[in-house]
């Protein structure tokens, strides 16, 4: 079983920086790769980046590419999501997750999932 928690997430302004985290519990095994996630209103769950949890390998959609930045300092059980030069089209809530089978860009390949945290960018 995992369990995962987010937090950090506030409004902010466009331009600003903004770290979010994600607390995980479990073994290292199931937790195998912690990726995030972001839903706008009314939109799809959208695939941020992922990292996996042993190190080694990180993953970004192309309209993060170059402002965030996925890390897992070393013995720490958390994922960090360290966003930068915000924009308002970031604005969504803001989810982890873990243990993927498939496609790591691919919500439904992931088997938990935190409750979110809220990120709003104003213009």
């Known amino acids: 079983q995992v369990q995962l928690a987010e937090s950090g997430g506030r409004l902010v302004q466009a331009g600003d920086s903004l770290r979010v985290s994600c607390s995980a519990t479990g073994r290292d095994s199931d937790i195998g790769g912690v990726g995030w996630f972001r839903q706008a209103p009314e939109k799809e769950r959208q695939f941020v980046a992922v990292?996996?949890?042993?190190?080694?390998?990180?993953y970004y959609a192309d309209s993060v590419k170059g402002r965030f930045t996925i890390i897992r300092p070393n013995a720490e059980n958390a994922v960090y999501l360290q966003m930068n030069s915000l924009k308002p089209e970031d604005t969504a809530v803001y989810y982890c997750a873990a243990d993927p089978e498939g496609s790591w860009s691919d919500p439904s390949s992931y088997k938990y999932w935190g409750q979110g945290t809220q990120v709003t960018v104003s213009s």
């Open positions: 990292i996996r949890w042993g190190g080694g390998f990180t």
